[in-house]
């Protein structure tokens, strides 16, 4: 079955920090592009980061770049989110997903996980 | 940045009936690089269709995608009771840049 599983959400003062986890299973996690979507309670989605199937291509959105850093494993089937400096405005559940990169197309989000929640509060 | 603003906000409809739902794009998407994503509640989205108009592996055949430029649209030819949920458009390509329309809630009326 093909699937993918978030863990390392929780509650963290503004100013701390938090690393998400992202397992994949179900299939050939290293030929994806893999991702980070987001979504504030009762908001729409918000893409967050991507980083190409070995590494070379990262991009962040213009809301985290300079406080968040994506990584992945590909020996751990592992797609990481390192989170710094988290505001109020980070508060929100964090999907990973996983896409193809079809020529230079990073394409449609086509497998997600199930999320997990990220609260920033004092 | 390209801005996506979905229409209408929520969509009453009862099931059976057709469910037409927009999106508009602040400037011409390229290459229709057009997603639409289906959201219930306490789950992930899923994907329903991809450039614009193909239907992703396993969505059944009352869905779908048209539009290109600027103006895309959402189509659900006759609605059964798992359709409810919130839909949004995504515009997505080289490099990633990805926005999300704000949604349309497709509600039981």
Redo the contacts between chains.
Sequence with gaps: EVQLVESGGGLVKPGGSLRLSCAASGFTFSSY?M?W?RQAPGK????VS?ISSSSS?I?YADSVKGRFTISRDNAKNSLYLQMNSLRAEDTAVY?CAS?EIVG???????I????TMVTVSS | EIVLTQSPGTLSLSPGERATLSCRASQSVSSSYLAWYQQKPGQAPRLLIYGASSRATGIPDRFSGSGSGTDFTLTISRLEPEDFAVYYCQQYGSPPRDTFGQGTKLEIK
């Design positions: 592009s991702n979507v729409g989605l918000e893409w991507s291509y991009y999907y896409r230079a197309t990073w394409e449609a989000f086509d997600w996980g199930q999320g």
